[in-house]
């Protein structure tokens, strides 16, 4: 059973940094897709970006340009930089992993979760 936890949200002005941080245990990262999504109020959750080890990375439309995907495997970590927040972005972020991911945007396709991370950015 992987378990994930998510750490490094927070309130940030506009314009903005944050990095978020999700720490696996219960199994190795390398063998999983990880990815992130972020689900707003009253909105569904979003694909915001996600990779297989060593594979391409792949962002949702509002990530592209501004935020950063990566993971370390030796540490069980994955990570996303963000830049440039924006109001927008505030959401909770979730972490997830999947071993059988045919597409790393469908979040349905994930078997673990994380207890997410509040993002907020104020104007």
């Known amino acids: 059973q992987v378990q994930l936890v998510e750490s490094g949200g927070g309130l940030v002005q506009a314009g903005g940094s944050l990095r978020l941080s999700c720490a696996a245990s219960g199994g190795t990262s390398s063998g999983y897709a990880m990815g992130w999504f972020r689900q707003a109020t009253r909105k569904a959750r979003e694909f915001v970006a996600a990779?297989?080890?060593?594979?391409?990375?792949y962002y949702g439309d509002s990530a592209k340009g501004r935020f950063t995907f990566s993971r370390d495997d030796a540490k069980n970590t994955v990570y996303l930089q963000m830049n440039s927040l924006k109001p927008e972005d505030s959401a909770v972020y979730y972490c997830a992993a999947g071993s059988r991911v045919p597409d790393l945007s469908r979040k349905y396709e994930y078997d673990y979760w994380g207890q997410g991370t509040q993002v907020t950015v104020s104007s």
């Open positions: 990779s297989w080890s060593g594979g391409n990375i």
